[in-house]
């Protein structure tokens, strides 16, 4: 079993970050979830290591996965759930590369971000159609504060405090 590690990303890792996140995009669209297509380039792949904390998972050097931890809500939380508290974390772009899918390392991700903020509230979304991903982050302990429509879609806001 080959072993793998998190680290913040830096700029180099930008190309590999946007390939990874548009191969993810990819695979969803193939599956019926659009949401990621067009999202993802070099420019929003940038922004977010200025702005947020950017993990990547590596293995045999190559990024497996990755997730970003910022402390400014995405702009449309504000429309899409009006009522919601803030939160001291949310979490966004988490992706595990097609190939790697099933391993284990979006919960290791997930997992590096969560015991990173501590007793911290952390936020996050997902489109309500992703019935798996809803499972998957239920089972890290996150729960379903707020339901509404963002970006075009029907999505939930989970939070996680302790």
């Known amino acids: ?8 990303a830096t700029d180099s890792d930008v190309a590999a970050i946007t390939a990874l996140l548009q191969s993810c995009a990819q695979s969803m669209s193939d599956q019926g979830m659009h949401h990621w297509l067009g999202v993802y380039d070099e420019d929003s792949v940038k922004a977010n290591l200025s702005g947020k904390k950017v993990f990547v998972l590596e293995s045999d050097n190559a990024i497996l996965g990755c997730i970003a931890l910022g402390t400014e809500k995405a702009e449309y939380y504000s ?3 009006p009522q919601a508290p803030q939160a001291d974390f949310y ?3 988490l992706a595990v590369s097609p190939e ?17 903020a501590g007793d911290a509230v952390i936020q996050l979304d997902a489109v309500a159609h992703y ?32």
């Open 131 to 162: 019935p798996a991903l809803i499972a998957f982050y239920q089972s890290l302990g996150f729960s379903i504060i707020e339901t509404g429509i963002g970006l075009g879609d029907k999505r939930h806001l989970f939070s996680l405090s302790r």
């Open 79 to 81: 429309a899409c759930w």
């Open 91 to 93: 979490i966004t772009q």
């Open 100 to 116: 790697a899918q099933g391993k284990g390392y979006g919960k290791q991700l997930m997992q590096y971000c969560i015991s990173r």
């Open 1 to 8: 079993m080959t072993s793998s590690q998190i680290r913040l």
